[in-house]
Nanobody, 115 residues
């Protein structure tokens, strides 16, 4: 099991940028896949981006080319760089780690894109 703490959310204008960070309570080097999900009001949680321990990344079509996921196994962190933000990116963003076949979730951080 691993505890995850997200940070970096906030209010940003359309077209702006934010970087989310996820700090893990232990080494993540053995965790094969980690990712970011988001949940907007009235909608189900959806995968935004994921990254393997080898650095292979995968993105939802809606964020490809605008968001970049990265992980630092030495610092036990996963980050999500978000550029060209749109109002439809507004959601609570959750960090997730797959451990022994089960998802471990952080508490989430709110991202609001509005003028």
């Amino acid at each position: 099991q691993v505890q995850l703490v997200e940070s970096g959310g906030g209010l940003v204008q359309p077209g702006g940028s934010l970087t989310l960070s996820c700090a893990a309570s232990r080494s993540i080097s053995s965790i094969y896949i980690m990712g970011w999900y988001r949940q907007a009001p009235g909608k189900s949680r959806e995968l935004v981006a994921s990254i393997t321990s080898g650095g292979s990344a995968n993105y939802a079509d809606s964020v490809a080319g605008r968001f970049t996921i990265s992980r630092d196994n030495a610092k036990n962190t996963v980050s999500l760089q978000m550029n060209s933000l749109k109002p439809e990116d507004t959601a609570v963003y959750y960090c997730c780690a797959g451990v022994l076949g089960r998802p471990n979730w952080g508490q989430g951080t709110q991202v609001t894109v509005s003028s």
